[in-house]
């Protein structure tokens, strides 16, 4: 089966430890053939990606591992409501076979160093999450969703185990978002830089179920130690009844048999 990981970051992320060549070359060792950069372009954070350099640096990184792998450029896209121009302008004329779009910021609050999440309010803030992010599906044009159930990250930090969820207390809020995606035509990233956990399966049955198609598969590695088959995602997607998963070139979405 082909392996092909759609969230990678690099040198050209802010929090990239690693450089493409050596993503290329872990890439290679564990067997992926297919890899797509998304570094981060969050203008909440005034992290931009410099075009012209990335896309030279990807076309040499295709040169030079065009035997072992295929390479695509994409970009992971913060959701930012007061950038939506900001972010159609830097698109437009811009050329790129995958994005990511990505909640990282609730109103100028940073999820991964301010106190959004906290261990006293974590039920509230899981909804908070939620709401948000449907709020923000439809800012600019991507192509999936990615990592929707970002806050399990956050879980050992704050003394917090996923049994102490009732998952349905937000199934109005998650059947809201998936179906949004699918009347757009957009997709959903199943993330797998933790261990996936019951809400996981919970999204990719409701998925499944109001006809969602499109999904791809990250290990959302920074660094090329954390890069993986990431097989417990495509056992995942098997598990609940997905015979396909997704690459994509130029935007548009190939199906992958698992």
């Known amino acids: 089966m082909k392996i092909a990981d759609y969230h990678i970051h690099s040198q050209f992320s802010r929090d990239g430890m690693q450089t493409m060549e050596e993503a290329c070359n872990k890439a290679s060792q564990l067997g992926i053939s297919e890899l797509c950069f998304t570094d981060h372009l969050e203008f909440a954070d005034n992290d931009w990606v410099d075009y012209p350099e990335y896309r030279r640096s990807i076309e040499k990184a ?53 106190n959004f999440f906290r261990s006293d309010r974590i039920q509230e803030s899981v909804r908070a999450y939620f709401q948000a992010l449907l709020e923000r599906i439809t800012l600019f044009d991507f192509s999936v969703l990615g990592h929707i159930t970002l806050f399990k990250r956050f879980f050992e930090r704050l003394h917090v185990s996923p049994a102490d969820f009732n998952w349905s207390d937000y199934d109005d809020l998650i059947r809201a978002i998936l ?10 990233e199943l993330n797998t830089r933790v261990p996936l956990i019951d809400l996981d399966f919970r999204i990719l049955r409701f998925y499944r179920e109001i006809g969602g198609e499109i999904i791809t598969l990250g290990s959302d590695a920074h660094h090329y130690r954390s890069m993986h088959t990431m097989e417990e995602g495509f056992q995942a997607l098997r598990d609940t009844g997905f015979r396909y998963y997704c690459a994509f070139e130029q935007r548009n979405p190939t199906f992958i048999a698992l």
């Not at 450029?73 to 007061?82: M, N, P, T």
């Not at 179906?179 to 959903?188: A, N």
């Open 62 to 114: 295709q040169r030079k591992y065009h035997k072992e792998l295929s390479l695509k450029v994409g970009l992971e896209i913060g959701f930012d409501k007061r950038a939506k121009k900001q972010i159609t302008d830097y698109l437009e004329g811009k050329d790129f076979d995958f994005l990511i779009g990505s909640l990282h910021f609730i109103d100028e609050v940073d999820l991964f160093k301010g």
């Open 179 to 188: 179906q949004g995606l699918v009347d757009q035509g957009k997709g959903i």
